[in-house]
């Protein structure tokens, strides 16, 4: 197809949807009652596509006429004329389904595009209802048996499917990566990756003041290096995010990630470290006799409100652990500090419990995970981005506000104090 047609059936979709938003014109649709009896036993499906078709055809012809004037009645001025029928489709319900419609050629015989009908058949709606489909969980092997709703009903094999997924998640995926940032302004970010047999996707999550969740970018590695953790933060800074803003950064234990955030952020970066993940670290080192025990002394030094006495406990703990297991205490000493960032910042409970792990973005690769699960063989290219980005979007759209979001102010205000004044963060408690 040449592309000066494609422009043309591009200018004719739009033409029409200016002539019908013109007229107070209207299409009226007449079944016979037998028919309609008939096609509700089979089911309201069968009846809705029936009326979708009806619609479409008069829809056609309604066009045909405007372009082309009247049936059957001379005009020496008209530049249009109809030639014939040929076999066409419309998307219903995620499949193609077939319809005739008119053919309309000019004076020198080039064919004429229809707007409506470029419209019915758009491939974004079928791109669209593929990727949701799939995003449910239906696999493209599985689609025809689910989808098909009629028999002449085409377009919905595996390999089909598979072309719309593609599309529709390469689309999606660009979106995610040239979405504009600066609208938003973010209090708290979280970066982790996931991994997806030998290679790692890294994602940064970011939280606004009012609470809400927001995918800020993704990026492809071998491994979660530092390199890659960059190029990820240069890339979400060049679209809007301000890293001289005084920000709380919610990060495993990973080195690479502490070591990026610091060299984007500087000063400006206040690190959470997962208490979750050093819980984990530490308990991995004991034996099965110990783990219980101290795994409930690490919970409950967190849970404790003042940050003096968070720091009491763990730090009795580290000397109980140094004549015990001393990789397990060594493994407590390291980055100890920043896992009491919640307490150093005096954050209410709430807010502290939702900030002081990496769940925010753990339940985000789980829905991830859940979405990709149905993926039997990794081909490489951009597959791995297309995937995780459109569970990403798919987690996104159904996120609630966090626990606590209405105390963001009181995170604010403290992060100006620890970061801006460079001063030390005072350990008293929230009033």
Not at 109 to 138: A, C, N, T
Request: charged share 30%; glycine share 6%.
């Amino acid at each position: 197809m040449s592309k000066r047609y494609q422009i043309d059936k591009q200018r004719a979709a739009q033409q029409f949807r200016k002539a019908a938003g013109a007229t107070d014109e209207k299409i009226q649709l007449v079944f016979p009652l037998p028919e309609v009896v008939s096609l509700i036993q089979q089911g309201l499906m069968r009846l809705a596509v029936k009326a979708v078709l009806r619609l479409s055809e008069e829809m056609m012809q309604w066009e045909a006429e405007k372009l082309t004037g009247p049936r059957n009645k001379a005009d020496a001025a008209r530049t249009r004329m109809r030639w014939g029928s040929q076999q066409g489709y419309c998307v219903v319900g995620g499949q193609k389904v077939p319809l005739d419609r008119p053919r309309i050629r000019d004076v020198r015989r080039r064919e004429v595009p229809l707007g409506s009908y470029e419209m019915l058949q758009k491939s974004s709606f079928m791109d669209d209802s593929v990727w949701h489909k799939i995003m449910h969980g239906l696999t493209t092997r599985r689609y025809s048996e689910v989808v098909r709703e009629l028999e002449q009903a085409y377009g919905i094999e595996k390999s089909a499917v598979s072309e719309h997924f593609i599309d529709a998640s390469r689309g999606r995926l660009q979106k995610l990566q040239s979405r504009d940032l600066s609208e938003h302004r973010f209090c708290a970010m979280t970066i982790d990756g996931t991994c997806f047999e030998d290679q790692d996707v890294i994602v940064a999550l970011g939280l606004t003041l009012q609470g809400h969740k927001v995918v800020l970018g993704l990026h492809q590695g071998a491994s979660e290096n530092t390199t890659v953790v960059k190029h990820l933060l240069d890339d979400i800074g060049e679209r809007g995010v301000d890293f001289e803003v005084p920000r709380l950064y919610v990060l495993d234990g990973s080195k690479a990630l502490a070591a990026a955030v610091r060299k984007k952020a500087g000063k400006c970066a206040v690190i959470q470290r997962c208490q979750v993940h050093k819980i984990r670290n530490v308990v991995d080192h004991l034996t099965d006799d110990y783990r219980l025990a101290i795994g409930c002394r690490m919970r409950n030094a967190y849970a404790t409100r003042e940050y003096v006495d968070a720091k009491r406990a763990l730090d009795a703990l580290l000397h109980q652990l140094m004549h015990l297991n001393p990789s397990a205490a060594r493994s407590l000493e390291e980055g100890m500090e920043e896992t009491l960032s919640m307490h150093r910042l005096r954050l209410p409970h709430k807010l502290r419990r939702t900030l002081s792990s990496t769940n925010l973005i753990e339940s985000t690769f789980s829905t991830v995970e859940t979405v990709c699960r149905n993926v039997k063989r990794w081909q490489g290219g951009d597959q791995y981005l297309r995937w995780v980005a459109s569970g990403l979007l798919w987690a996104e759209s159904r996120w609630n506000r966090i626990h606590g979001y209405r105390e963001l102010p009181v995170l604010v205000k403290e992060l100006e104090l620890a970061v801006v004044k460079a001063i030390p963060v005072r350990h008293s408690s929230v009033a």
